[in-house]
């Protein structure tokens, strides 16, 4: 993996990720009246909630006003194809799909044109305490504030362990923001082609980690 190691996710993110894991209470996923709203207070600004719609597509249910000036305005009610600034990101469909589906927390960091980083993380959150059904976000962009080794192009993206395990790499895209075809490594170090995640969010089968 050729992304920068040492472009470590910001402490904000990671107080909304544990402040998830503290919620869990034997689960995979929380609720939302499990947000623990103090812990996470100054990252509110950054936070959003995604719900499943029909077709694996995903509507913006609450956007921080931190995100208006990545989304250009206001996201509340908008589909993420219908905001400039998502159209195309894997971390708004595929990605988010995919720590619906197996119930785990997905994060990464991606470089984007202008250089900045952005640094995402997708949490699973229920509705209605049963099923995972919606997506907690966190979203930091940040500018480099210095020279990156060769190899920024590619984002990196990690799969956690809902119970509080270490994240480990699962992912890589060769382009500066991911596209709906991705080129994936497994475990072995092996190239593996592949597409994007089933074009619906509801669970349709069991997913193994």
């Not at 060769?174 to 597409?195: F, I, K, L, M």
């Amino acid at each position: 993996m050729s992304f920068d190691h040492e472009a470590a996710a910001p402490s904000g993110q990671t107080k909304v990720l544990e402040s998830w894991r503290k919620r869990l209470r034997g689960r995979n996923f929380i609720t939302c009246e499990d947000i623990d709203i103090s812990a996470i207070n100054r990252e509110l600004a950054y936070v959003s909630i995604l719900s499943c719609e029909g077709g694996g597509q995903f509507r913006f249910r609450l956007a921080g006003t931190g995100l208006q000036a990545i989304f250009g305005g206001e996201a509340r009610g908008k589909t993420a194809d219908q905001i400039d600034a998502c159209r195309g990101g894997a971390m708004w469909a595929e990605l988010a799909t995919r720590s619906l589906l197996r119930e785990t927390p997905v994060s990464g960091a991606t470089r984007l044109k202008d250089g900045s980083i952005h640094y995402w993380l997708r949490l699973p959150l229920s509705s209605n305490g049963v099923e995972a059904d919606m997506v907690l976000c966190h979203d930091r962009c940040r500018r480099r504030l210095r020279s990156i080794r060769t190899g920024l192009r590619c984002g990196l993206i990690f799969c956690c362990g809902g119970t509080g395990s270490s994240c480990r790499p699962e992912l890589s895209t060769a382009s500066a923001y991911p596209q709906n075809a991705e080129t994936r490594w497994n475990r072995r170090g092996n190239r593996q082609e592949s597409g994007v995640e089933p074009d619906s969010c509801r669970k349709s089968r069991p997913i193994h980690q």
